[in-house]
């Protein structure tokens, strides 16, 4: 059932928008809802969490969400503070200031000093703080740590219910760990989700068999309805466990995999979306367990820019713990395989968005971006329709019924996006909306620098030390070589001197 409720959204955003949520039913009433977006994926051990690993302790991190920025920064034995990236004095970047030994944000460029609730302490060039209120005050925004991730909400002096943050309930069990993984790609928000629900694509652009245990078939149809979530339903789609197009016999088909018991015929494969940004793959038995989880967190950063934290989740030996660096470098390559083709699709698929946006006369104009509070409403006409992905595409797959009741969550909740829709200005593209529209060369689309190891520290100090290790080794062999050289030009002297010729 469909329900026209608007629910306020808390990304990482200079001003709430209300993003429409249909095919959901709310659990309490929409002005009570604030929803958060994590900021970065972070490191969970087996016996403790810790903030973001990601996030430097001590050093203000710009994370962008809806091409907008704000500045997060993690405090030696305090809370995780944030704020608009914006100093009120002259605009400049907060992310590039420098926290205090008292704990407070300092912006680098003339030195004002906020408190974590945004108010100015400190202008050196006003005597006994004079001038440091109103105007003068930062915007804070409120932020919390669960399970590791850091939630950031964008309603100034709001108190969101921890219950509204989409999270892994196993993980508060005993026993679970997970390991994390953060990549940015340039690839749209809702081609990410729809990528992530769809199981078909794991056996040709991954050749993966284990993709079509979650798959369905003509004999193993997937059941799609809505399920209560923390604050919202979600789409679920359950199917059995078994292999359908993969398998050389029976047997195979219903092997368990690791740490299942029984066949998989008694397996229930789940894929569920929760928006507005978790994907969940999961296979529970018939007592309802399951030993492992992956989570997707889809990050809309911009038109056609996402993040995508993956947490895998187990309690199968949980006191191994692979270095992080090492899961990427095996993650970004199996990401490699497809992350092209979906962008590929970005021309068609969010062209086609914005020509549906451009009819009904929808735009975002820039006074949008700096606007903290109610923002206007950019609600589609009465009657009017946008881009309809059933019409876009053409389903024939049994999976697809899945894709069919993302899509129209989509459908419906994509053009109440924060600043969707700036780039429609006067009847043409411009900024971001029309990048979007470009596919860019495939060694831009896969850098791995720039989509992974610049944004995980991890991987940065992996990358460091082999750096170091081949840059040692080439001076080790290049001495080598003179060496060598040395001892065949002291031969060849000395045969020089005994040929008479």
């Not at 409720?5 to 039913?25: C, D, E, M, N």
């Not at 809370?79 to 704990?103: F, K, M, N, Q």
């Not at 749209?188 to 798959?215: I, K, M, R, W």
């Not at 999961?282 to 889809?298: L, P, V």
Request: with cysteine; aromatic share 6%; proline share 7%.
């Amino acid at each position: 059932m469909r329900a026209d409720t608007y629910l306020h959204a808390a990304p990482l955003v200079s001003q709430p928008q209300r993003i429409k949520l249909p095919f959901l039913t709310p659990r309490t009433p929409a002005s009570a809802e604030q929803h958060a977006v994590p900021a970065r994926a972070v490191e969970c051990s087996a016996t403790s969490r810790r903030a973001a690993e990601d996030l430097v302790e001590g050093q203000p991190t710009r994370v962008s969400l809806f091409d907008e920025a704000i500045a997060v920064v993690r405090r030696p034995g305090q809370s995780t503070i944030a704020y608009v990236d914006r100093c009120p004095h002259r605009a400049a970047a907060l992310s590039e200031g420098r926290l205090t030994a008292s704990g407070n944000l300092q912006c680098s460029y003339h030195g004002w000093t906020f408190d974590e609730g945004g108010s100015c302490v400190s202008i050196p060039q006003v005597r006994d703080g004079a001038g440091a209120g109103g105007r003068a005050c930062a915007t804070a925004l409120p932020c919390v740590d669960q399970q590791g991730i850091i939630w950031v909400c964008s309603t100034p002096g709001a108190s969101p219910p921890m219950d509204t943050i989409v999270g892994l309930p196993e993980l508060d069990r005993e026993g679970w760990v997970s390991d994390d993984f953060v990549r940015d790609m340039p690839v749209d928000y809702t081609l990410l989700v729809e990528n992530l629900v769809d199981p078909d694509h794991g056996l040709f652009a991954h050749q993966t068999p284990n993709f079509d245990s979650y798959a369905a078939s003509s004999d193993h149809p997937m059941s799609v309805q809505s399920e209560p979530g923390r604050t919202s339903d979600k789409i679920v789609g359950r199917v059995d466990g078994v292999l359908k197009l993969t398998g050389k016999d029976e047997a195979a088909k219903s092997k368990a995999l690791m740490g299942e018991k029984g066949s998989a015929q008694d397996i229930k494969s789940t894929l569920e979306f929760e928006p507005p940004c978790m994907v969940r793959w999961s296979r529970f038995d018939q007592e309802g367990k399951t030993s492992f989880i992956t989570a997707f967190y889809a990050i809309p950063l911009g038109i056609g820019r996402s993040r995508l934290l993956i947490r895998y989740a187990r309690s199968i030996a949980p006191w191994f713990k692979a270095p992080r660096w090492l899961f990427s470098m095996f993650l970004n390559g199996f990401l490699d395989q497809d992350t092209y083709l979906v962008a590929s699709q970005q021309a068609t698929t969010v062209g086609a968005e914005l020509a549906a946006a451009q009819r009904m006369g929808l735009s975002s104009g820039p006074s949008d971006a700096t606007a903290i509070g109610p923002a206007p409403d950019h609600s589609p006409p009465a009657g009017a329709t946008g881009l309809q992905r059933r019409q876009l595409y053409c389903h024939r797959s049994p999976t697809d019924k899945l894709l069919l009741a993302v899509g129209q969550w989509l459908d419906d909740a994509v053009p109440h996006m924060p600043n969707r829709y700036r780039g429609l200005q006067g009847g043409h593209l411009a900024g971001a909306a029309a990048a979007a529209l470009l596919l860019l060369p495939r060694e831009v689309v896969l850098d791995r620098w720039e989509c992974h190891t610049a944004i995980c520290p991890s991987s940065r100090r992996a990358h460091s030390v082999l750096s170091t290790v081949r840059n040692t080794s080439g001076i080790a062999a290049a001495v080598a070589a003179v060496a060598v050289l040395s001892q065949l030009a002291s031969g060849t002297q000395g045969l020089s001197s005994s040929t008479p010729w």
